[in-house]
Nanobody, 126 residues
Framework: QVQLVESGGGLVQAGGSLRLSCAAS????????MGWFRQAPGKEREFVAC????????YYPDSVKGRFTISRDNAKNTVYLQMNSLKPEDTAVYYC???????????????????WGQGTQVTVSS
């Protein structure tokens, strides 16, 4: 059974930084693309970042491009999301997800992911 456990969320002032981690188990981590999504109250789940199984390709929406960086350590079965220059509109619950198919290079829609973590709250104060 796939298990994804996020950590690193918290309260930060606008302009600050946080690094989220997601520890994976129950899958051959190095074979799967990984992603981060977020969901604010009353809004739909939003794509934040994804990284290919090899780590060679990353994708971001314009809303976070240049501020957020996704990375992975296949030896530690962990994916990270470094978030810099945080804004109040980044406030949300952040979810880690594993791609539904092995060796995917680009997965940006929730339907592309088959396993999800429980989420970690990120709150950015103004």
């Amino acid at each position: 059974q796939v298990q994804l456990v996020e950590s690193g969320g918290g309260l930060v002032q606008a302009g600050g930084s946080l690094r989220l981690s997601c520890a994976a188990s129950g899958l051959t981590f190095a074979h799967y693309g990984m992603g981060w999504f977020r969901q604010a109250p009353g809004k739909e789940r939003e794509f934040v970042a994804c990284i290919s199984w090899s780590g060679g390709a990353t994708y971001y929406p314009d809303s976070v491009k240049g501020r957020f960086t996704i990375s992975r350590d296949n030896a530690k079965n962990t994916v990270y999301l470094q978030m810099n220059s945080l804004k109040p509109e980044d406030t949300a619950v952040y979810y880690c997800a594993a791609a539904r198919n092995r060796f995917s290079t680009r997965a940006t829609m929730p339907k592309d992911f088959g396993s999800w973590g429980q989420g970690t709250q990120v709150t950015v104060s103004s």
